[in-house]
């Protein structure tokens, strides 16, 4: 059974081809049109005979940062239409007062109000159907509701509405995608979603139909909480594929961490433009049910990641003060870095190629150029531009290790992507930690996940109820709890005795636990998982080594400093330890 992964990057796209246990790879840089890249890549590792074919996207990311999405409108409720405009009360950076707030994807002329009005207990006031105004020339309408979450008659009716007198254009009701309470989350989620949707299916269109005409089968798409949907469900939300390249990253990580023997790990992903990181307890990553991207609320189960402008490709810049700075502006893979010979500025793989990290030529032919990387970089020390860039990596491992009570020095560190085995050791150092695992596939781990990924579909079920009158839960699953009258919540799995060991949890995190105070049950959390395809694989290289010294990787390079030593195991990750 040939499997097939292909992951689109900012910088390369990579292919893996899983056949009878022998894996192949390729990179070959992304282009302006994504669909190209991923059939030029499957083509690039030999892809034939594939009975399936996983993907993973930046499509609808980047539509999101860059506000490339579609023209859309708002549907609220009468009086709150400008609730995308009110948001929270938080500021957007505590220390500077006067720090504008990312512009919603909805300007104040496409809000609109309808009335009708629901409580908690019931309708206050009929819906009017007669005082839904005309949403102009929109591509895509977000309708959020109050109450919603807890009945979707008035919701449903308008979007039904809106459907009838719009066919061509795509409505969203925010009950369909976040049922959830909090209507400003879920009002940001529903207009994330709707925004994204015209884009997104376009292009998932355009890959199905490029696919099809390269004989591959039709491609499952990674999600943002680490499993792989249809082309269809995906384009249908694509809020739910934000973070579709870095979910499978992490499903990656955690194989290869168990399969060499490691229980707890944390995926360190370097690759050219950005730095991702995520804890893997028991080898499994962890999810939150809320991300912001782009500034902007996102309430879809996502892996736990947390994403810094760091990466190989990213520029390196003196300040005013003289302080070397780095990122989070990318090289991108056009014109890539200084070293690259097509006239890119200085980066972070120039540094290590000064510093002898890098060989002489790149796999895929690339033949590095000492000269101007040199000429690039100019006065700055390399030496200080990986300290510099080493330090914003190492605060975002502590974010996900050391802020949320983890001990560092319990996990193993996975590091994959193109520059991740450059740089992991000296981080690894920095946190205690004591085992280093780099996969043979590191500079396409990514792609190796979505070939093991299963089929995943998420479902939430909002409460806001006192837990004693809640009733026949499921077996399985995740309750997000709380003490009546708190404002925010813990995520529990499900269990026997629920208000106990939220008791337990709450202790754990805050350091005290009311036993007397009333449990709010305010979510349920649950998903249908389909495993992935059984995959064995061996080792095409060994490699027995002591440090200092130079590993080259098929699609990425590791340096292994002084003090650390390892072997490959049968897997072909090298385990290196100090």
Not at 208 to 234: H, I, K, Y
Not at 296 to 319: C, E, F, K, M, N
Not at 497 to 510: G, N, S, T, V
Request: glycine residues 12%.
């Amino acid at each position: 059974m040939a499997i097939l992964g292909v992951d689109v990057g900012g910088t390369f796209t990579d292919a893996v081809l899983l056949d009878g246990g022998r894996v192949r790879t390729a990179k070959v840089p992304t282009a302006a049109r994504q669909e190209e890249s991923v059939v030029a890549a499957a083509r690039a590792v030999g892809a034939s005979g594939v009975e399936r074919f996983a993907h993973g996207t930046t499509v609808a990311t980047n539509a999101l940062l860059e506000r490339r999405g579609a023209r859309t409108a708002y549907v609220g409720n009468a009086g709150i239409e400008q609730l995308l405009h009110l948001r929270r009360q938080t500021r957007a950076h505590l220390y500077r007062l006067c720090e504008p707030q990312p512009e919603p994807l909805v300007p104040l002329e496409r809000c609109h109000g309808v009335r009708g009005r629901l409580g908690p207990d019931g309708e206050l006031e009929p819906l009017d159907l007669a005082t839904l105004p005309d949403v102009g020339d929109a591509e895509a309408v977000a309708v959020c509701l109050l109450f919603a979450f807890r009945d979707p008659s008035h919701e449903a009716a308008v979007a039904a509405e809106l459907r009838r007198r719009h066919p061509g254009v795509h409505v969203v009701a925010s009950h369909e995608v976040a049922p959830e309470f909090r209507e400003y989350e879920r009002a940001s989620t529903a207009a994330a979603d709707a925004y994204l949707a015209p884009v997104a299916s376009r292009y998932l269109r355009a890959l199905a139909a490029a696919a099809g005409e390269a004989g591959l089968p039709q491609p499952l798409v990674m999600l943002s909480a680490g499993g792989v949907a249809s082309v269809e469900d995906a384009a249908a939300h694509p809020a739910t594929i934000l973070v579709s390249g870095p979910a499978a990253g992490v499903v990656g990580a955690g194989l290869v961490a168990r399969r060499a023997g490691f229980e707890h790990a944390i995926a360190f992903d370097m690759g050219g433009t950005s730095t991702d990181v995520c804890l893997l307890p028991g080898g499994a990553a962890a999810r939150v049910a809320e991300r912001v991207v782009g500034g902007l609320p996102i309430r879809l189960p996502t892996v736990d990641l947390h994403t810094v402008g760091a990466g190989g490709g990213s520029l390196v810049r003196v300040d005013a003060g003289g302080a070397v700075r780095v990122g989070p502006e990318s090289a991108g893979a056009h014109p890539g870095p200084a070293c690259y010979g097509a006239g890119g500025g200085a980066t972070v793989t120039d540094a290590n190629l000064l510093l002898g990290r890098l060989p002489a030529e790149l796999p895929g032919g690339l033949v590095l150029d000492r000269d101007a990387a040199a000429a690039a970089l100019g006065g700055i020390d390399p030496a200080a531009v990986v300290e510099v860039v080493n330090a914003e990596m190492l605060r975002a491992l502590r974010v996900v290790s050391v802020e949320r009570g983890h001990d560092p020095r319990e996990f193993a560190l996975v590091a994959f992507g193109g520059a991740g085995p450059l740089h992991a050791c000296a981080l690894a150092e920095e946190l205690g930690i004591e085992a280093v695992l780099v996969p043979e596939a590191a500079g396409v781990l990514s792609a190796l996940g979505l070939v093991a990924s299963g089929e995943r579909r998420d479902r939430v079920v909002s409460y806001v109820r006192p837990l004693d009158e809640v009733r026949d839960l499921p077996a399985e699953g995740e309750a997000d709890l709380r003490y009546r009258g708190q404002s925010f919540e813990l995520t529990v799995p499900l269990q026997p005795e629920l208000a106990a060991a939220f008791h337990r949890a709450h202790d754990e995190r805050y350091g005290y636990a009311d036993e007397s105070r009333e449990v709010e049950l305010v979510a349920v959390r649950t998903a249908e998982v389909v495993s992935g395809p059984g995959i064995s694989f061996q080792a095409t290289q060994c490699h027995k080594v002591r440090g200092p010294e130079l590993v080259e990787l098929p699609g990425a390079t590791c340096w292994v400093p002084d003090g650390w030593h390892g072997d490959s195991n049968d897997d072909g990750t090298l385990v290196l330890t100090r």
